[in-house]
């Protein structure tokens, strides 16, 4: 199985970059992991709605076609990381060839694009940056596929 992750933008704090770097290092010995960077250009006097609504399509056009698309929001299922990694084992045991874990910008993702998802996930009832969300979720990867092969760092 492969995993896809499209970031809007750059990430802003280095330290959070060489987070996401580490834990990208970490997970290509489990899983076929892509982050893709996608420019986002910022026009002025767009609405918050339209703002989200061009982000959905950048990040709609970023996407594999046929992925299984988990898209990551604060009102989705929340899930342990023992579930988060059953879960994935599950999407493999399936046959999935490829996950696709989409993050919003700033402002979050547009209900359409959330209706579209075929699950969506929430980190935590707490709210973080989008750039705090990235690492959060490369952590909670590598922990699940830890978990999957019984190594001791998730304890």
């Known amino acids: 199985m492969k995993i896809e992750v499209p970031f809007l933008g750059k990430t802003k704090e280095r330290y959070i970059e060489e987070g996401i770097n580490d834990f990208q290092t970490r997970l ?80 979050g993702l547009a209900d359409t694009f959330l209706q579209k998802a075929d699950l969506v996930l929430s980190l935590s009832k707490m709210t973080f940056t989008h750039d705090l969300a990235r690492l959060l979720l490369l952590e909670q990867l590598y922990r699940a596929y830890t978990i999957k092969v019984g190594e001791k760092y998730h304890k």
């Not at 604060?74 to 994935?88: A, D, F, I, N, T």
């Open 28 to 107: 290509c010995h489990y899983v076929s992991l892509e982050i893709k960077h996608i420019r986002v250009k910022h026009s002025k006097g767009l609405t918050a709605v339209q703002q989200i609504r061009a982000e959905g399509k950048l990040l709609e056009a970023s996407l594999s076609p046929g992925s299984y698309r988990i898209a990551l929001d604060g009102s989705g299922r929340s899930m342990s990381s023992e579930e988060l990694s059953e879960c994935l084992t599950n999407l493999e045991n399936l046959g999935v060839k490829k996950v696709s874990f989409v993050i919003g910008g700033p402002l």
